[in-house]
């Protein structure tokens, strides 16, 4: 099958002359439809997670995709999964055995990097980025109708999003701010809503944050004004009650932490990849503000879906480019460079698809 195939950072060939891999048991083969690129392929192709994702060269990249099953494992059946079924595909599959798998945190997996009871495709064991994909039967879920397959791509990322929502909870009312108004940030600020916010302020700059401003938020330009006093100009002096960076830099965490009022809780998603952010420890103390991690998601693929039929939250205008598999090194630059105002990029491994 064709494949891309990373060769070592920064390097990369799309070869046609890998083995199309075989399901194991509670395993389906899916045709991939479409893969969409994220921030964390960007850092796994620069080798910024060294002997980690991934391991070791050659690999297969890839974990936010859509596509059809043609061949199912041994009892994948059992599960009522069946061949031609379309499905969306997520990168975390955690043994379903120790602890924090058995209280439903399997992004947390004990076993983490143990195959074959763990996975996490695109990260270390094979990604998407091929004509073909072998997951877990825990890391498919089934596309509604009213989902075609290449925005099935996005189900992963905005799957994310309201992870990332649900981990400091959203209260009835709630003003949430969002940091960065990538697609990452525009997604969660669809979450905070279909939660209950009340309102959701959106940070940014550029063409990114008049694109939040279009899809009807609330904006402040990092660029021009001081985040957390437009913030507080804005809620009567309190400040937000719930911020979500979306940047993972140290400046954007720190943003994040400025903005909440007394109480405020602050959650994080996309891995930092920069140094350490100086967190004001003193009002984290002194105004008992809550800090979360978000690890990828957990359970929230399924949730999800009811909110994108119901265009609650809205997919369809952050897929702003497709490109060939055969393009890939092109479709990466697109993504990362934000060509074109670029926000989702998505790969079509299928033969002759158009670019
Ligand atoms: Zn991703
Ligand atoms: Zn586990």
């Known amino acids: 099958m064709r494949a891309v195939v990373l060769?070592?950072?920064?390097t990369h060939a799309v070869r046609t002359d890998i083995p199309v891999p075989r399901p194991g048991p509670l395993e389906v083969l899916c045709q991939v439809d479409s893969i969409a690129i994220c921030g964390t392929d960007i850092h796994i192709y620069e080798g910024?997670?060294?002997g980690r994702w991934?391991?070791?060269y050659p690999f297969i990249p890839g974990h936010e995709w859509s596509g059809t099953i043609v061949e199912l494992g041994p009892q994948a059946d059992?599960?009522?999964?069946?061949?031609g079924q379309r499905v969306a595909g997520t990168s975390h599959a955690g043994c379903g055995y120790c602890r924090m798998c058995r209280i439903g945190r399997y992004n947390l997996c004990d076993l983490y990097g143990?195959?074959?009871l763990h996975h996490q495709y695109g990260h270390y064991s094979q990604g998407a980025d091929a004509e073909y994909v072998v997951h877990s039967i825990k890391s498919v879920v089934a596309l509604p109708d009213a989902i075609d397959l290449p925005l099935g791509a996005m189900v992963d990322t905005a799957s994310i999003a309201l992870h990332s929502v649900k981990r400091p909870g959203i209260e009835p009312g709630d003003t949430v701010v969002i940091v960065g108004?990538?697609?990452m940030g525009l997604l969660c600020a669809d979450c905070a809503l279909a939660l209950g916010?009340?309102?959701v302020i959106v940070t940014g700059s550029g063409e990114r944050l008049d694109r939040a401003a279009g899809l009807g938020f609330t904006t402040i330009n990092y660029q021009t004004q001081e985040p957390a006093a437009a913030v507080r100009e804005l809620t009567d002096g309190r400040g937000a009650h719930v911020a979500i960076d979306t940047g993972g830099t140290a400046a954007s965490i720190r943003q994040a932490v400025d903005v909440v009022g007394k109480g405020g809780r602050v959650a994080f998603t996309g891995v930092?990849?920069?140094g350490d952010s100086a967190l004001p420890l003193q009002k984290i103390v002194l105004e008992e503000i809550d800090l979360f991690g978000v690890r990828a998601n957990r359970n929230t693929m399924e949730e999800v879906l009811p909110l994108i039929v119901s265009n609650r939250v809205r997919v369809a205008p952050l897929v702003t480019h497709t490109f060939r598999l055969e393009d890939y090194g092109e479709a990466l630059r697109t993504f990362a460079e934000r060509v074109d105002g670029a926000l989702k990029v998505l790969v079509k491994p299928g033969a002759g698809e158009p670019a």
């Open 7 to 10: 060769t070592g950072p920064h």
């Open 48 to 50: 910024r997670f060294p």
């Open 54 to 56: 991934p391991r070791a």
């Open 78 to 83: 059992e599960f009522g999964w069946h061949v």
């Open 114 to 116: 143990r195959e074959p």
């Open 181 to 183: 108004a990538g697609p």
């Open 197 to 199: 916010a009340g309102r």
């Open 272 to 274: 930092p990849t920069g």
